[in-house]
Every structure is written in C-alpha cells, then in structure tokens.
C-alpha cells in the first residue's frame, strides 16, 4: 500500500471481528514504532502486547467514561477492546527523551521548553504502527481516556516508566468513512501566522 493512500484511508476503528492477528503482522507493527525518530535516538518507547483476554478485560475497565451534562456513556472503545485479539499498549522511559546531560543521578534538565518529550516521540512511533496495521488490513483506534496508573499496575509497568497510549489491533467489522477536514487554506500560513 502506498504511503499517502495509507495516511488517507486510516480510520478509528471501534468494532472488530475476533479473528486472530497473525504473529508475522504484529511483528511488522512493532518493527515500524521501532523505527520511528526519536529526540536524541533515545527510543523512550516499549511496546506491551497484550493478547491474555483476562487482561485485556480488566485494562478495557480503566477507559474513561465520556460525562454528558445528564448521563455518563461507556466510552466507545470499550467493546473493542473485549472482541479483538490483541491489545498494544504503548509505555516511556520518562526523563530520557529531551533531557541534556547532567550529573549521573541528577534530575534532567530539558533542552525545551516543554520539558519531557516523550509523549511526542511515542506518538510518532504509535502513528508508525497504525500505518503499518492498516496497511495490512487491520484496524485500530488510539485511545488516551484510560486510567495509565492502573493499567501500569495491572501490566506490571515498573518505576520510572508509564503507559502512555494504547490501541486494541484487529480486522474490522466494518470500514471506517472519512470525517471532514479543514482545507489547507485553513491550516497553512505563509511566514508568519494570521489569525
């Protein structure tokens, strides 16, 4: 599959068949977060796959809930994480990613602004592998409405790490349509940025 069809037909996928996810697959998936950049090299990320359906269960537990004004709903990806074969859940090392060097056992001090960069790497490496998934015809869908604390304790994440992302990976049930978006007219400035 081409690069941009992949950039342009990659949806969030909510529902799946419980077909398995073949190992060769996975391994390409993880192959293309291993080769994402990285601030420095530094490669923060580890990537946890989780295929035991007891644990699968109990992270689905920690999404959030999506609070209306009159009701709270179970949040959409909830079901998908109990039908789907797999699980990624995408941990850092924090304090490595954007830090200068400093005294061994020191608190880093960071070379931006925006101090530890490690939710910018994991990201790039998380865009690698749902393009590689998709690309193979599986779907995924990126969640951040999760309790990281308890997922840390229920995968045994240990200190001075923590999961950042996860996404259940699958064939879908179904194909994902294309939500609108804002023209480049709308988004791309010419030297200096106009409001």
């Excluded at 909510?14 to 391994?27: F, G, L, M, N, T």
């Excluded at 699968?56 to 609070?67: F, G, P, S, V, Y």
């Excluded at 990806?77 to 924090?94: K, L």
Aim: aromatic share 8%.
């Amino acid at each position: 599959m081409d690069l941009f069809e992949a950039v342009k037909n990659r949806r969030s996928i909510r529902r799946y068949k419980p077909d398995p996810v073949d190992d060769k697959k996975i391994e390409a998936i993880l192959e293309a977060g291993r080769w994402a950049p990285s601030w420095g090299n530094s490669q923060c990320w580890r990537f946890i796959v989780v295929r035991d359906t007891k644990l699968r269960a109990q992270i689905a537990d920690t999404l959030k809930k999506i609070k209306l004004p009159d009701k709270e709903l179970p949040n959409p990806a909830a079901g998908a994480m109990n039908t789907v074969p797999v699980v990624i859940v995408v941990c850092a090392r924090i304090g490595k990613a954007g830090a200068g060097h400093g005294a061994p056992g020191s608190k880093p001090e960071y070379v931006t602004d925006k101090g530890d960069w490690f939710m910018f790497d994991t990201a790039l490496a998380v865009q690698n592998m749902v393009l590689a998934a998709h690309a193979q015809g599986l779907g995924t869908v990126i969640i951040g409405a999760f309790d990281a604390a308890r997922v840390e304790k229920i995968l045994d994440v240990p200190e001075g790490y923590r999961a950042v992302t996860l996404f259940p990976l699958g064939v879908p049930e179904h194909e994902g349509k294309a939500p609108p978006r804002k023209e480049l007219s709308e988004i791309v400035f010419k030297d200096k940025f106009v409001k």
